[in-house]
Structure formats: C-alpha cells, structure tokens
C-alpha cells in the first residue's frame, strides 16, 4: 500500500486538502498528514516517496497514484527548498505535526535538554551570543530581554509568546503553530529555565482556528515532557493592536486591549505587574535550535547586525508565494523576481509592502535592499515580521495609502491621541486628495500629520502608519496627482 | 430564583477562574465560552459576569465592545468572514465584494476580516471554522450558497 503524505496546514485544508486526503484513502492509499513545505502555489500538494504533485485534486487520484500525473520531482530537490537555508523550518513538510516520536527523532527536545544540563546563565549567554533579534519586528535582541527578566527577583515570572500575528503577508507563526508547535512549546520551555519561570502563555489569535487546535493538543501531549514548566493557550478576540506587547499584556489580564505607556517594561512588570518575557513566536521557535548548536553557529548566519536566519513570507501577487527561510542579506529583488517569480498575474510587480500593513511600499527601483535591519530602517522602511506583498501595475497606491490610515482607524486602542485622531483625520484629508482637491496644500498636510503620528503614538500602530502612507506618496507620487490635480496644486 | 443563563455562566466562571493567577484574566475566555454557548454577549450575561469576578459591569461592558469578536446581538444571518487586507487586495478580492454582497443579500452576512494568514493563496475566507482560498467570483457564490 502506497503511503501518500498531505498537509494539514491551513493552506492545504482551504484548498481541499481533506476531501484530497478522502479521496486517496477510498482508493486505497495509506495517507499521512504532514506540515506543508510551505510551496502554497503548489497546495495541495501530494507527496508519495519523495516525489511531489502540485495542485491535485480528487480527479487526478488515480492518476497520481499510477505515476502517470505531471509531478515537481524530488521536493527536497526542487529549487525553492534545496536554496533556503531552513532551521526553523527544518521539519516543515516532512513530520507529522502533533506526532511525539517524530519530533524526538528530528532532534526535537535536543535543546531542552542541553538548556537544562548547562543551566540558566549559559543558556543566556548562548542566546546572547546568537545574536537572535525579536522576530515580531521591533528587532531587539531576546538575549538582552531575557537577561533582564532573569536578573529581576519575583515569586512568580512569565513567558508570554505573541502569536497574535495580525499583519497581512505573514504566515510563519501559523505554519510553526500548525505544523511544529512542539519546537515552540520547547523554545518556551528553554526560556522559562533561562529566566525562572514556571508559566507560559501564548496568546493566539482567534482568526487562526487550526493553530488553536494544534497548540492545545501539543500542549497537553506535551506536558510531562516540559514539566515543571506549563503553557496555557489564551485566544484574542479580533484586535490586531493586541499584537503590541503591552496591549497584549491587558487583554491577558482580561482588560481592554489599549497600549501602556513604557516604562515600566514588561521585563520588569509585565503580566500581573510580574517580570515577563514577550517573544514573538518565530523568536522562540529559533530556540531550541540555539540550544542544539549552540549560539556560535546561529551567528555564522546573516550580515551585520542582522544574525540567523528569517523565514521570509512571499504574499500578495506573486507566482510562487509561501515560505522561504533564509539568511539575512539576501536582496528584496532576489527575493520577489529569483525566489517568488515575479507575480502571479503575469504582469509587471509595480511595488512591494514588507512588514505588513505599518510596512512601506517599496518600489522596484529599491530591489537591491538588503534583508538587514539597519539596511531597511536607513530606507525609511522595516522589515518587520517579513512579510513581502507583492503587487502589480494596475495597483492605485492613493487607494492603498488611505487603506492604511482606515486600518488604523479601525485597529486602534483609543489610547493615544495622535493614532486615534490622526488616523481619521489623516482618511479624510486623503479622500480630498483622492477627489483632486487641492492635492498639493492636502498632501503637505497629511506630510505633516504623518510627523504627529510618527513622534507623538505611544505604540508602533500609529507610530508606524505613516510609513505605508508616506512612502506611497514619496514613491508614487503620480498616482496622487492627477490632471485637473496636478492644475490645482500647481 | 437562579435563571439558567446564571447558572450556566457560573459554571463557565467556575471553570476558568480555577485556572487563574488574578481571577479578572478569566474574563476573555469566560466571554468566548459564553458566545460560543450563546451566539451572542448578552446585556444579562454582562450582569452575571461582573458579579461573578467582582467587576463593575462598566468594566464588563468596556472590554465587550473592545474587541471585534464579541456580538451584543446573535448574528441573524450565518456569517462569511471575506479577508481585506493588503494580501489579499493585492490578489483581487475588492472586485469580489460587491457581487458577493449582492448574492448574499438576505441569505448571508459579509463581514471583513483582516487578515487569515492565507497570504499567498487568496483572497481568503473564513466560515465558522472552517478556512477557503483562492475564490474567485463563481466560488464565493458557490460558498454562500453552501453556507446560506
């Protein structure tokens, strides 16, 4: 009896993935369900002894189970996983999500084990030493964050992993969640020896249902492995500033999801007013890695002060979206034109968003960025959760840049002033420009409101909307300006 | 008299409070269980909830109508959950809408969602649990139909 394996990832099951999986079982085939590879162009995608089939359907069961269909050859071998450099990522595709012995025997616990037999400061210093950079986008080095954790006295302290990963183009924190969410529990696990820390929470959104699925499971198959540490799963309640750290904090606590002001840090007095680590869920999944071979090899990845590793989300309009893991210093071109093969429309890419929807629009002409933090914030620009939207030229960045000052209207807490006013305003003022009036005095005036917001939010949603907005105007400008308003301005 | 919305919301506050370090952070949970049970966050159950973890009901009420998820009605129609964000645009859903609106008129609600993580394969939807990418106009009304 032929094995045949099918993810059950999101991606695979909303293309169809069960009723493929039926299929293959009424005819007699022994299925497996895997993560995905993370080729979604190809999902569903059907592997029996290494070899692939793309896009099958119930209707091609019989062909690809005689050897007849069109098939990618060898997965491994296929261009677009043997040229990433995948370590967090390294079972993706090729274990079956919530199965323990799969786990184990791909060096799963490996890292738990080395943290718990060289104890909490060198497991500090390993990952101090890895050069490992907060993954939800702030970029600030988990080392540091959790030395500080570690280094204040409390009864009780938290690791708390963001998993409310809200921002449009990003799908890695699902894919860990959904398809190894062992590694993350482990990464959780290390952290909680690092710092003193008997709790952990992920907080996961609600829009994810699988993921919430497969973490409790994972969880509880999980926890005599993990104990005395625990995990708790919490689900959000469709607010996308809850993926900021303090607003992320509140609704834990049962409170309206709004910004705090910092200081104090949740490092300090997090959740409850207790120390607390936040680590996005791609920075902890990187852990138990760290552990295994040590910080040394982690850092022999990337450039500058950019170290590792970032599994990259291709997204939007493009030919081959998914996931692509990678050391930073690749080039946004390499990425969106070699990798991701321009976009899926078939007509010219226009621009690309990088870092969801506070990201800038980045036009073509800027492809040779470097992945690198420093390199994408000297652009005016972030890399954030590396997220790449791919668009086309029939793309209306004027109708893009008001998207993002509506989004933030919608999302924002209320908090602070400049997001909530400025973000409304900033819609109004852009429907006058959209309606090519007085565009050039209206554009100065969204310039200058985009200052208030950036300087003057208390968290990243206000202070990082301008980035979108502005940068669509720098970038293209001429779709702002249109005849009568080009007379007008002039 | 005890009602039996009180009762099943004390069993429900029972259940998480149990589990917490600082009973307030129940109240997330305790809110979903309740929608999940009821469809809806009713101006009753808020009564019930206060009481229960000893908040005020403005307190109740502040977080209730904070986060989208939460209804203070049943939904009348079953819901289709169409993502708009910047992915998903990018990959046609806005000519989607209004068809979809218009064939859904009375049979199902569309709301926005922003965001399913299917950022490669949509536009993208969400009903009830289950996820659907790459609709296209004939399958959006092949999915109302099927959920209406």
Redesign the interface.
Known sequence: MKTVRISDD??A???GADALAAAFERAGASVERVSSWGM??L?PLVEIDGIGYGNATPDNVEAILAGSAPNIGKIEKHPYIASQQRLTFARAGKTQPLDLDDYKATGGWAGLEKARAIGSEAVLEEVIASGLRGRGGAGFPTGIKWKTVAGTDAE?KYIVCNAD???????A??MVMEGDPYMLIEGMAIAGLAVGAS?GVVYLR?????AIKKMHAAVQNCAHIIAPFTV?I???????VCGEETSLLN????????VRAKPPLPAIKGL?GKPTVINNVLSLAAVPWILEHGGAAYAAYGIGRSKGTMPV??????KY??LYEIAFGITLGELVNDIGGGT?SGRPVRAV?VG??LGAYIPVSQFGLPFDYEAFAAADALIGHA?I????DS?DMKG?AR?ALE?CA??S?GKCTPCRLGSARGMEVMDEVIAGRDVGKNIALISDLSETMKFGSLCALGGFTPYPVMSAIRHFREDFENDSAMEAAE | MISQLEETIEAIIARHVAQEDVARGALLPILHDVQAEYGHVSEEAVRHIAAGLNLTRAEVHGVVSFYHDYRKEPPKLPVIKLCRAEACKARGVEALVEGAERAAKGKAAIETVYCLGLCAVGPAALVGDDVHARLDEPKLAALIGDTA
């Open positions: 999101a991606v099951l909303a293309l979604h162009w999902e009780q990963e809200g921002d449009s183009a990003t799908f924190d699902r709790k609600s829009e994810y249902p699988h708790d919490r689900v959000g309640a469709g607010a996308y609704s834990l606590e049962g409170r309206r999801g709004e409850f989300q291709l997204a939007g309009n493009v979206g998914g899926a968003q969801g929807p997220g939207t791919v668009f086309d793309v893009m998207f989004f919608a999302e807490c």
